[in-house]
């Protein structure tokens, strides 16, 4: 799996969403020893708690555990419907008919351009879950948030411009593929 992404995306950038993950592990392994006997489970735009738990590992681990889920289901769904077919076309749902129309070069770039948009949304909200996890930590342990509390949703807003950047080419390579299909 590792040696076809490489194709699509570096192996050093492979590692990012990776890195980012461990990351939240090691800011949670730090401030754990010092948390209170409840934290916040969420907070709002303003740095105001909306509720407050039970400190347990799992849920200081929460947001790392659920980013670990979330990069697991992007790259697994990156992989299964872009990366493995060798028809270039097929995931788009083209007949065979359409697809011989369309330069496979052409496909192959939509499907480089898809893998690495989907890597860097996984990316930015893996980074977005791990700066709020580093938000509410903070938070819990009586330090303001500061600076950090901008930090998820500037992940947030990354994420957010690739899914529109996905978005806005795919409606391309549609128009193109209703073009050489001639309608």
Do not use: C
Not at 24 to 51: C, D, E, K, W
Not at 52 to 62: D, K, L, S
Not at 93 to 115: A, C, D, H
Not at 124 to 139: M, P
Request: hydrophobic fraction near 45%; avoid cysteine.
């Amino acid at each position: 799996m590792i040696r076809q992404f490489k194709k699509y995306i570096p192996l050093g950038l492979q590692l990012l969403p990776v890195g980012i993950i461990a990351a939240g592990f090691i800011i949670t392994a730090f401030y754990y020893p010092r948390l209170p006997a409840t934290m916040p489970s969420g907070l709002t735009v303003t740095g105001q708690f909306t509720n407050e738990v039970t400190t347990t590992w799992y849920r200081a681990n929460y947001l790392a555990l659920v980013s670990v889920v979330l990069y697991a289901l992007l790259t697994g769904f990156s992989y299964a419907f872009l990366v493995r077919s060798d028809d270039p076309g097929r995931h788009l749902g083209l007949n065979k008919t359409l697809r011989r129309k369309i330069s496979k070069t052409y496909l192959e770039t939509y499907r480089m351009s898809s893998v690495r948009m989907i890597f860097a949304a996984t990316t930015f909200l893996t980074g977005a879950l791990v700066a709020t996890n580093l938000v509410l930590l903070r938070v819990s342990v009586g330090h303001d948030s500061g600076i950090y509390g901008y930090l998820p949703w500037l992940f947030y807003s990354g994420a957010l411009v690739s899914a529109f950047r996905y978005y806005l080419v795919g409606r391309e390579m549609k128009k193109t593929i209703r073009q050489a299909a001639g309608r």
